[in-house]
């Protein structure tokens, strides 16, 4: 028998160890042999979630007795619980809101950002004049046609893409022409297990030429230190970055202490924001934002505003098919809310990529960052809350 328990992450070993659970939802991180490793959790009666082929891991349902039976096949590398990751955002109650505008006639036209989120409902800005929604998939309802439960994903939708039809103008997005690729992954109260979230990158990824995905925006944070989730994030993001593809994520709501970054905002390969809050005349950091440094790594990259950004409303009731029929939304009582969080900022300069990448579609990651810095202006704060600073669009696009 080949049994290393220093293979389990800690907190499934101690839980085993108590008896905790019946059964335990896993990623197993393999070395070879994954579909000899699925069959085994099959036979060993366990459920069999997602096969991530990208980085050879499975995630799966099963019991402590499979956990240890695993551990006998010396290519299983790890086995570790399979988190939840959390939204970055918290609605506020102020109508404020703040509009970006640029001065140029670039829209985001053709290029396409990968949404995981949860879900994207069908709001008149995002339907007309043409449905920006370019692809919606569910991971956890498995419904065909786009809907919100929650209403975040919706919101981030609109800073990127949303029309502003219902406003004038007023609350339009930042790639008014820009599509989304829309993935279910976070339920109702904005919980997602980590496993969704990764089978939702190999969606993304496989489906990047087909539909031109050139920016994935991940408005979510890991609370946790787990080094093996994040280093599965680290190994998607790498392949995005080999395939130019840019993964912008929130620097989320650790506070404003210095060196209280984690998770995947804290990797090289991705573009992570900070919050600011630019509702009075002195900006300043938004008080949860979480801040760098880490060693040597500038986190955040650079900041955005995130207090009381205006985007869309959501009817989280609504579902959208019923009996395999497609169902239509009604009006909305207020097609416009309110929200706070870093996943804002992320979702602002996501927008702002796509107008880069319909300008040069040529660009790679390492120039997008590189632009994107060089017209950051610093603000009067520390730069460890703020990166390089906030966006410049006149320099930008000059």
Known sequence: MFLNLNRLDQPLKASIASNSYKTYRVIIQCSAMTEHIEKKIKSYRGIVLYCLSYINCIAAIISPSAVKRLLEFPYVKHIF?????????????????????????????????????????????????KNKIIRFTDNINNLKYPYDDNGHGTFISGIIAGSGKLSSGMYKGIAVNSNIYSIKAFNSIGKGFISDILYSMEFLLNDSSSYNIKIITLPFELTGHNINI?????????????????????????GNT?????????????????????????????????????????????????????????????????????????ALSSNYTTYSGTSCAAAYISGICALLFERNPELTFNDILSILTASCNL?????????????DVNRLFS
């Not at 630019?278 to 955040?300: F, Q, R, V």
């Open 81 to 129: 619980l399979d988190e939840y990751a959390f939204l970055c955002g918290s609605s506020v109650s102020s109508l404020n809101g703040v509009n970006f505008q640029t001065a140029n006639k670039l829209t985001g036209k053709g290029v396409t950002i990968g949404l995981i989120d949860t879900g994207t409902y069908p709001h008149a800005d995002l339907m007309y004049p």
């Open 230 to 254: 994040v280093s599965l994030f680290n190994k998607y993001f790498q392949i995005a970055k080999n395939n130019n593809i840019v993964v912008v994520v929130p620097a989320g709501h650790n």
């Open 258 to 330: 210095q060196c209280s970054i984690q998770g995947i905002a804290a990797l090289d390969n991705c573009i992570t924001v900070g919050g600011l809050d630019t509702t009075s005349d002195k900006i300043s950091a938004y008080k949860y934002s979480s801040c760098g440094p880490l060693g040597k790594l500038n986190k955040p990259d650079l900041s955005a505003a995130c207090v009381n950004i205006c985007s869309l409303n959501t009817n989280t009731n609504f579902v959208s098919e019923r009996n395999g029929r497609k169902l239509y939304p009604m």
């Open 379 to 391: 603000m009067d704060i520390p730069k460890w809350l703020q990166g390089s600073g906030i966006v």
